[in-house]
């Protein structure tokens, strides 16, 4: 699968934006997708994942809960990510990830988010 992220862009701060990660290659059913994200002189850390087994419950970062929303549409082969309430240290590049066996090893080219305060 290949993993294509877009979306991105300036927002202020209060503002919403989406992101949207689409698969090709092979459905997106099949696979975990998650979103990450990584600061200026910051390591990668976990934002959202939205599980292929339908009866799970997608998961959020602390830092996120209440603001972001992730949801999938396998019709569109598309994982997306509403950004909500954005704060300035939302500002990152934003990064999904795919994985079917536990590692994610398939990642999308990332997307700059910058939120001004």
């Known amino acids: 699968v290949q993993l294509q992220a877009c979306g991105g862009g300036l927002a202020q701060a209060g503002g919403s934006l989406t992101l949207s990660c689409v698969a090709s290659?092979?459905?997106?059913?099949?696979?975990?997708v998650a979103w990450f994200r990584q600061a200026p002189g910051k390591e990668r850390e976990f934002v959202a994942v939205?599980?292929?087994?339908?009866?799970?419950?997608?998961r959020y970062a602390d830092s996120v809960k209440g603001r972001f929303i992730i949801t999938r549409d396998n019709t569109k082969n598309t994982v997306s990510l509403q950004m909500n309430d954005l704060k300035s240290e939302d500002t990152a590049v934003y990064y999904c990830g795919a994985t079917y066996s536990g590692n994610y090893n398939t990642w999308g080219q990332g997307t700059q988010v910058t939120v001004s305060s």
């Open positions: 290659g092979r459905a997106i059913r099949y696979y975990t």
């Open positions: 939205s599980s292929r087994n339908p009866s799970d419950d997608p």
